[in-house]
């Protein structure tokens, strides 16, 4: 599940995030990507440690120890949340097939129809070999950057923090230190708001304890958790880095959507690359379009006490699975209405997203060191610093984002 959570936030929204990010900075944006390693893993490490410990989902624990109230309200912003999402990635099959002649008419109804047969006919394990096996085609990006013939030494002296970076001229002429502008802490905003959201939080709590791992066994969940932080930063890696040898090289700063970066990428990294590019994207978008109404089914179940999990069948979990059925058909559906407002759904909830992560993250952190709930493997003092610290930084950077969203809706179109 740790794999699985971390590389399908990489979706439609999030592709056109890093699309944007590299044709807007180039590399400068790269060095960003580990402290974000370590925050994605740090924030779904300490749910996959209370999974293991506690055998109960977030919202269970955030219903037994802070009431239903509070979980009523976070349960309303994810279901909008995600809803919104939802509908980003069935804009993202839409998009991506509209590539090779196939109408969002005929390319929707059947990737909906397909994320419900996966989840609701499957089990499980049979889901998850399917999920780890879609994570694979990510792979499409690496060769994608590959096709665009980056300057890599250049791409990974910009892994370097900033203030080395400011002396790498001296070394590399073509190194060029950030700008840390209000234009690049937006963008800045938008990596982080992309990669870590708070139903990955909710998701992969509710698979720990669906697959039963307990004490014993979380010694491997957590080299999961830390091998999928790892390789999601990866596929961001190689997507920034390929827009940023095309696009920012030959001065296109702005890219509309996940589809256009695809186009774009044609006369200047070949066929080959923007084909990839855009199976990438129809692979992200079906893989989130599948995990997201499950998290939010997940969320409301485990917060109202509904029997929930992929393993029991319709006629056991019903309000577990018509929750499910129920996104996909409305985020299906807002999708094929003429003239829907795709851009502005997509930023409504963003914006809802970064009001809810900070508070989900304190909430992680006041259960994580509880030891009534953790005994002794609450967080150590070195973790707890690492994770307050990491919080604090994330819930400034979502600030930065929802204040420049309400302040100019049209500035931001980015989803995640």
Known sequence: PGLIVSNVDNDAGGIYVYSQSGAQYGYMVLWSLIPMTVALYVSLEMCARMGAHTGKGLSDLIREEFGFRVTFFIMMFVLFVNLGNVCAEFAGVASSLEMF?????????????????????????????????????????????????????????????????????????????????????LILAALVG???????????????????????????????????????????????????????????????????????????????????????????????????????????????????????????????YSLYTALIVVGGLLILIPGAPLVRIAVLSQVANGILLPAVLIFILMLVNRRDLMGDRVNSKGFNWVAWITTAAMIILTLILVYTAFASPSSTGMGG
């Open 101 to 185: 002649g196939v109408s969002k008419y005929i390319s929707v109804p059947i990737a909906g129809l397909l994320v419900w047969l996966l989840v609701v006919h499957g089990s499980a394990a049979r889901v998850e070999k399917i999920f780890l096996a879609v994570c694979v085609i990510y792979f499409a990006y690496v060769i994608s950057a590959f096709l665009a013939k980056p300057d890599w030494l250049i791409a990974l002296l910009y892994l370097l923090p900033p203030q080395i970076t400011r002396l790498v001229p001296t070394i590399h002429p073509f190194v060029q230190a950030p700008p840390f502008n209000a234009s690049y802490f």
């Open 194 to 320: 992309t990669t870590i959201a708070p139903w990955q939080h909710f998701y992969l709590q509710a698979a720990v304890v669906e697959k039963r791992v307990g004490p014993r066994q979380y010694a491997d969940t957590r080299k999961d958790v830390l091998f999928g932080s790892i390789s999601c930063m990866v596929v961001v890696f190689f997507i920034i880095v390929c827009t940023a040898a095309t696009l920012y090289a030959h001065g296109h700063r702005d890219v509309p959507d996940a589809k256009s970066a695809a186009l774009a990428l044609e006369p200047l990294a070949g066929r080959l690359a923007s084909a990839l590019f855009a199976l990438g994207l129809l692979n992200a978008s079906l893989f989130a379009a599948s995990i997201l109404p499950l998290s939010t089914s997940y969320v409301i179940c485990e917060a109202l006490g509904f029997e929930s999990g992929i393993d029991r069948k319709f006629r056991e979990a019903k309000i577990f």
